[in-house]
């Protein structure tokens, strides 16, 4: 792991950065550095917007933090692994909670699917991608996980690589190894989609058209039932330990 510095405030600029590059803030982060950091002109932050790898910056500003001046980058663009994290969305603080440590756990893409026992409706994309953000700032993560819009099941099923590993967390599966489970089914340069369901569980016509997919595995977490966000920390762990990047030689 690269040394990271954990004393500097990070800032998520959605603007291109380089050396000598000047960003203007707009009101929310001048007032995030100004008036909760107490932060002035001279003070340095660091800098990433996902794209350009992570920048020392330096405040200026008369009254308030007002531009950056982008200086040194300090760690070059990283990559997340090809996972897709795809769940039935949760109400609000439980929502909030799990996509902060899906990202947290290096998921790539967030994807909600609509499950005949959902008990949410309507996901906030906006607020979704603000907790991406959040937790990208405070945890030194430089690639920012893509949020997608809310699908059906079965227009998620029908729409994705069928060439891409398919991790099918199953509260009805039998309890088994599921390091071992994963480390057979391999991983390929397609991806890995891994799928939790809601509290309710899925239907029986939703997991038969689950086990129906190509390149699927079915997984239990352990013989306890998981509540969703939960198994959101579980499932992502135990796939980047088996096949992803914490591992030395993750999969590209």
């Known amino acids: 792991m690269p040394e990271l510095d954990f004393r500097s405030p990070r800032l998520f600029i959605d603007a291109a950065l380089g050396a000598g590059a000047t960003v203007t803030l707009d009101r929310n982060q001048s007032n995030y550095l100004g008036n909760v950091l107490r932060l002035a002109a001279g003070d340095t932050v660091l800098a990433f917007n996902g794209r350009d790898g992570e920048w020392r910056a330096e405040i200026s500003g008369r009254k308030r933090a007002d531009t950056l001046a982008i200086t040194t980058q300090t760690r070059a663009q990283d990559h ?71 699908k059906p099941l079965e227009r998620f099923l029908s729409g994705r690589d069928s060439a891409r590993l398919l991790v099918f967390c199953d509260e009805a599966a039998e309890v088994a190894d599921p390091v071992q489970a994963l480390q057979a089914a391999k991983a390929t340069n397609a991806g890995i989609d891994v799928l939790i369901g809601p509290e309710g569980g899925f239907a029986e016509e939703e997991r038969a058209a689950l086990l129906r997919q190509p390149r699927i595995l079915r997984l239990a977490l352990g013989p306890r039932i998981l509540r969703a966000d939960t198994a959101a920390v579980a499932a992502l762990a135990l796939v980047q330990a088996a096949l992803g990047d914490w591992r030395s030689s993750p999969y590209p």
């Open 80 to 150: 997340l692994p090809d996972i897709t994290y795809a769940f039935a969305p949760l109400k609000h603080a439980r929502l909030d909670y799990m996509v902060q440590k899906a990202v947290e756990m290096g998921a790539a893409r967030l994807a909600p699917v609509i499950t005949r026992f959902t008990q949410v409706s309507r996901v906030n994309g906006e607020r979704m991608r603000a907790n991406v953000i959040e937790a990208a700032e405070q945890c030194g993560i430089l690639s920012l996980a893509e949020v997608a819009e809310p």
